[in-house]
């Protein structure tokens, strides 16, 4: 079964600086989907950025870029010039390409401090 | 609106009611799937359907909890006699078919908050 940690259960940055949020997974699968999903207080699950495995090519979404490191089964968030609109709850969610199911980590709560 | 509909937003129920929870999914969307967040955790699948089939039910407790697609209509997460256990939220997502424009995302409704006395 894929497994998905974040191991930062907090974490707190200042505004207008950079933060990486940490995320590994466990599959025996070779293609897959990785996203981050955003959900903050109203409690709103927002897609933040999304990977396929197959491109080796980091994703970015304006000031959100990931690092994927496939072999290392690495999946880390960066959020540049960190606005308080990011503060948030963040997961890493893992997806098969051929499955169904959406497996989340546990989350990791970002708060910016102005 | 277009995005995925979940009501009631809030429901409030007293221990050994019924609770009901309706998701229509997206327009074109074929795929449900229901996840629950008790406090201060993650997200937990529960259950995957596509229209009148379960697909996927190894998240749903065996007991007490059932889910329906059916041919016409929104899909419903019914949780019979319920325990105080039982409140968190729960969310509905919906995707398309595997196959066409599937980019592996899942779409997420607003949630529904069961509070259970």
């Known amino acids: ?16 600086e950079t933060v990486t949020l940490s995320c590994t997974y466990d ?4 293609n897959y989907y990785l996203f981050w999903y955003k959900q903050p207080p109203s409690r709103q699950m927002i897609l933040v950025i999304r990977q396929e495995a197959y491109k080796q090519q980091n994703a970015t979404e304006n000031r959100f870029s990931v690092n994927f490191q496939k072999a290392a089964k690495s ?7 960190s606005q308080l609109g990011d503060t948030a709850m963040y997961f890493c969610a893992f997806r098969e390409t051929s499955g169904s199911r959406l497996t989340f980590g546990e989350g990791t709560q970002l708060t910016v401090n102005p | ?34 996840y629950r967040q008790l406090p201060e955790e993650g997200l937990k699948f529960m259950v995957y359907l596509q229209k009148e089939n379960i697909i996927d039910e190894s998240g749903m407790p065996k007991e007490r909890f059932s889910a329906e697609f059916p041919k016409e209509g929104p899909s419903i997460l019914r949780i019979q006699q319920v325990v105080r256990g039982d409140s968190a939220a729960y969310f509905c997502a919906s995707s398309p078919p595997m196959a066409g424009q599937n980019t592996g995302e899942l779409f997420f409704g607003e949630g529904s908050r069961l509070t259970v006395l």
């Open chain 1, 1 to 16: 079964a894929q497994t998905v940690t974040q191991s930062q259960p907090e974490m707190s940055v200042q505004e207008a």
């Open chain 1, 27 to 30: 599959t025996s699968e070779n």
């Open chain 2, 1 to 34: 609106n277009a995005g995925v509909m979940q009501n009631p937003r809030h429901l409030v129920r007293r221990r050994g009611q019924e609770a009901r929870l309706r998701c229509s999914p997206m327009k074109g969307h074929s795929h449900v799937y229901w």
């Open chain 1, 75 to 81: 999946f880390s968030l960066k959020i540049s010039d």
